[in-house]
């Protein structure tokens, strides 16, 4: 079984900034990419961004330059810095790891911004 929590959503103004986090616990030897998507309210889960084991990084056009995604192999968290945010990055985050060739996915976490 392996376990994902995230932490760090909530309301924000726009152009403010929020840090989520997101936990992987237990069969995660050998744990590989990890990502986060978003679910913004009444459209489809799209693709944000993901960090290989290695720490090669993939950004969705909307949020480069504007977002960073991290990780810190030794806790098996990964992060995401999210800066400059806009109302359209309201959203539900949904982390995501893959381990063993599966995706897992984590319960998710709000994210608002207002105008």
């Known amino acids: 079984q392996v376990q994902l929590v995230e932490s760090g959503g909530g309301l924000v103004q726009g152009g403010g900034s929020l840090r989520l986090s997101c936990a992987a616990s237990?069969?995660?030897?050998?744990?590989?990419?990890m990502g986060w998507y978003r679910q913004p309210p009444r459209k489809q889960r799209e693709l944000v961004a993901t960090?290989?084991?290695?720490?090669?990084?993939y950004y969705a056009l909307s949020v480069k330059g504007r977002f960073t995604i991290s990780r810190d192999n030794a806790k098996n968290t990964v992060y995401l810095q999210m800066n400059s945010l806009k109302p359209e990055d309201t959203a539900v985050y949904y982390c995501?790891?893959?381990?063993?060739?599966?995706?897992?996915w984590g319960q998710g976490t709000q994210v608002a911004v207002s105008s």
């Open positions: 237990g069969s995660i030897f050998g744990i590989g990419a």
């Open positions: 960090i290989s084991s290695g720490g090669s990084t």
């Open positions: 995501i790891a893959v381990v063993s060739s599966r995706g897992y």
